[in-house]
T-cell receptor, first 114, second 114 residues
Framework: EPEVTQTPSHQVTQMGQEVILRCVPI?????FYWYRQILGQKVEFLVS????????KSEIFDDQFSVERPDGSNFTLKIRSTKLEDSAMYFC????????????FGQGTRLTVV | AQSVAQPEDQVNVAEGNPLTVKCTYS??????LFWYVQYPNRGLQFLLK??????LVKGSYGFEAEFNKSQTSFHLKKPSALVSDSALYFC????????????FGPGTRLSVLP
């Protein structure tokens, strides 16, 4: 069964450093997403990406965040200057279309900012 | 804007008893509704969805959900709970008008007691 894969599973970084979280969505999917979850609580939307551009973003997704699909398979989330409050579980997801199909989620990257 | 409410933080049921996890939603257009389950330190797994048609939808692991348009609800049910069903359950909605982004409820922790 196809799946979304994320690397690394756990990333520890110092405050102020840049991190890149990587995702390989399901190959025939067209829509890609990043969500985050703090301490097993609410799943918060960050950004959606379609046709090589951001289609929607939340207020969380400020100038320190960026996304990229550099090579047609990987989908990355960059956090430019990490803060303590960026510590969370980050989930990548993909869906076949933008309306009535479900999203498939990766296993997540646990980001710890120290 | 879309929103999802899950009025119960925690639901406790005895093994073998029926379970219900509640969800209500608000959208501008027609709702596309989803249930996901999250086990500890794992990603979100898709359980079932309602797009159109029969109000009762069946999904994985014996779960089903009933769409009620007048009450704007999409409650998750299972006739006989298992201890292994203990997990965090999230309801999510997509709006047929504004689409794309999945908006998640705050989650309900289900504990099935042996």
């Amino acid at each position: 069964e196809p799946e979304v894969t994320q690397t690394p599973s756990h990333q520890v970084t110092q405050m102020g450093q840049e991190v890149i979280l990587r995702c390989v969505p399901i190959s025939n999917h067209l829509y890609f997403y990043w969500y985050r979850q703090i301490l097993g609580q609410k799943v918060e939307f960050l950004v959606s990406f379609y046709n090589n551009e951001i289609s929607e973003k939340s207020e969380i997704f400020d100038d320190q965040f960026s996304v990229e699909r550099p090579d047609g398979s990987n989908f990355t989330l960059k956090i430019r200057s990490t803060k303590l409050e960026d510590s969370a579980m980050y989930f990548c997801a993909s869906s076949a279309d933008g309306t009535n199909t479900e999203a498939f989620f990766g296993q997540g990257t646990r980001l710890t900012v120290v | 804007a879309q929103s999802v409410a899950q009025p119960e933080d925690q639901v406790n049921v005895a093994e073998g008893n029926p379970l219900t996890v509640k969800c209500t939603y608000s959208v501008s257009g027609n709702p596309y509704l989803f249930w996901y389950v999250q086990y500890p330190n794992r990603g979100l797994q898709f359980l079932l969805k309602y797009i159109t048609g029969d109000n009762l939808v069946k999904g994985s692991y014996g779960f089903e959900a009933e769409f009620n348009k007048s009450q704007t609800s999409f409650h998750l049910k299972k006739p006989s709970a298992l201890v292994s069903d203990s997990a965090l359950y999230f309801c999510a909605v997509r709006d047929s008008v504004y689409g794309q982004n999945f908006v998640f409820g705050p989650g309900t922790r289900l504990s099935v007691l042996p």
